[in-house]
C-alpha cells in the first residue's frame, strides 16, 4: 500500500523528473556549444576541465533546479547532487540518469568502464 512511503516516492518521482529536464538542459544546442568550447579550452587536461567545464555545468544546472526551488547557487546544486546520490542506490533509474549526466560533463577517460551486468552494489 501507500502510506509512510508515499510522500517519500513523490520526491523520488520529482527528483528523476527534474534529473530528466537538466539533461535535457545539456543536450540543449546552445548548452552543448558552451560545453564544447568550454571542453575545447581544457585541451583533454584534467585540471582545467574542473576550472572551465565546472562552472559551465553548474550554471546550466543552476537554471533548470532553480525553478524546483533549490537555491540559485552552488549551494543549491550541491543540494541537488545529494538528494541524486541519496536515491542512486534504491532507484535504477536515477542511478542511470545520474551516470548520463556526469558522463556530460566529466571527460571520458576518468569514467571506469560500466558492466552492464553489474547490479547496484547496496551501501548499508
Known amino acids: 500500500g501507500a502510506g509512510a512511503g508515499a510522500g517519500l ?5 520529482s527528483t528523476s523528473a527534474v534529473l530528466a529536464e537538466v539533461i535535457k538542459a545539456f543536450g540543449a544546442p546552445e548548452n552543448a556549444q558552451r560545453m564544447e568550447e568550454a571542453r575545447d579550452n581544457a585541451c583533454n587536461d584534467m585540471g582545467k576541465m574542473l576550472q572551465f567545464l565546472l562552472p559551465v555545468a553548474t550554471q546550466i544546472q543552476q537554471d533548470v533546479i532553480k525553478a524546483y526551488g533549490f537555491s540559485n547557487d552552488g549551494e543549491g546544486v550541491l543540494k541537488f547532487a545529494r538528494l541524486i546520490k541519496s536515491y542512486e542506490s534504491q532507484d535504477p533509474e536515477i542511478a542511470s540518469m545520474s551516470g548520463k549526466l556526469k558522463a556530460m560533463f566529466l571527460p571520458p577517460m576518468t569514467l571506469p568502464p560500466h558492466g552492464a551486468g ?3 552494489v547496496a551501501a548499508s
Open 118 to 120: 553489474s547490479g547496484g
Open 9 to 13: 516516492a513523490a520526491v523520488r518521482l
